[in-house]
T-cell receptor
Framework: KAGVTQTPRYLIKTRGQQVTLSCSPISGHRSVSWYQQTPGQGLQFLFEYFSETQRNKGNFPGRFSGRQFSNSRSEMNVSTLELGDSALYLC??????????????FGPGTRLTVL | AQTVTQSQPEMSVQEAETVTLSCTYD???????LFWYKQPPSRQMILVIR??????QNATENRFSVNFQKAAKSFSLKISDSQLGDAAMYFCAYRSVRGGSNYKLTFGKGTLLTVNP
């Protein structure tokens, strides 16, 4: 079974621009979560989607948004980029077991650099 | 809110020896999951081992085992017969079983493990 895939793997943007990152979950996984990883803050939860609905969101400004499509693929968007948005963005997918999300499996990440 | 603490920023071990990475967590919940993830230089986050809080038996996956002490809120990872490929950043993570918090992992800051040949 193919793992979680994320595109693009690397991205360079300038301040003020916007960016869209994509995540394709493992086949059969309907829950997709996004995390931001930085040297200073570590790994922080952004949001989680299930059946095209955002069920929970972390403590990030409204510039960070996402969506999920009917095939469970997910995108996250960051508008008006700031230097502090430079990070590794990780996507994780999970199967639902009795209504509870099971172990999350991660993609390789997208490295975003904001200049 | 739950917190996860990894008190060892860096550890080193000789190839073929055993090393233990520490993790403590704080929660008021009685049912939850604990995980160890490994992140090698490729940055791919890889699941190492998982423990359900309701299970008293410590989880084991080949050379990897945990020492889960629920009362002490401690969850350490033991790597036996260390191999060069074990070199990576190791993250301890917590996840609730129910409610909105079920949807997210709370990570520690990580422990960088070096394996010396």
């Amino acid at each position: 079974k193919a793992g979680v895939t994320q595109t693009p793997r690397y991205l360079i943007k300038t301040r003020g621009q916007q960016v869209t990152l994509s995540c394709s979950p493992i086949s059969g996984h309907r829950s997709v979560s996004w995390y931001q990883q930085t040297p200073g803050q570590g790994l922080q939860f952004l949001f989680e989607y299930f059946s095209e609905t955002q069920r929970n969101k972390g403590n990030f400004p409204g510039r960070f948004s996402g969506r999920q499509f009917s095939n469970s693929r997910s995108e996250m968007n960051v508008s008006t980029l700031e230097l502090g948005d430079s990070a590794l963005y990780l996507c994780a997918s999970s199967f639902l077991l009795a209504g509870v999300i099971d172990t999350q499996y991660f993609g390789p990440g997208t490295r975003l650099t904001v200049l | 809110a739950q917190t996860v603490t990894q008190s060892q920023p860096e550890m080193s071990v000789q190839e073929a020896e055993t090393v233990t990475l520490s993790c403590t967590y704080d929660t008021s919940e009685s049912d939850y999951y604990l995980f160890w993830y490994k992140q090698p230089p490729s940055r791919q986050m890889i699941l190492v081992i998982r423990q359900e809080a309701y299970k008293q038996q410590n989880a084991t996956e080949n050379r990897f085992s945990v020492n889960f002490q629920k009362a002490a809120k401690s969850f350490s990872l033991k790597i036996s017969d260390s191999q060069l490929g074990d070199a990576a950043m190791y993250f301890c993570a917590y996840r609730s079983v129910r409610g909105g918090s079920n949807y997210k992992l709370t990570f520690g800051k990580g422990t960088l493990l070096t394996v010396n040949p």
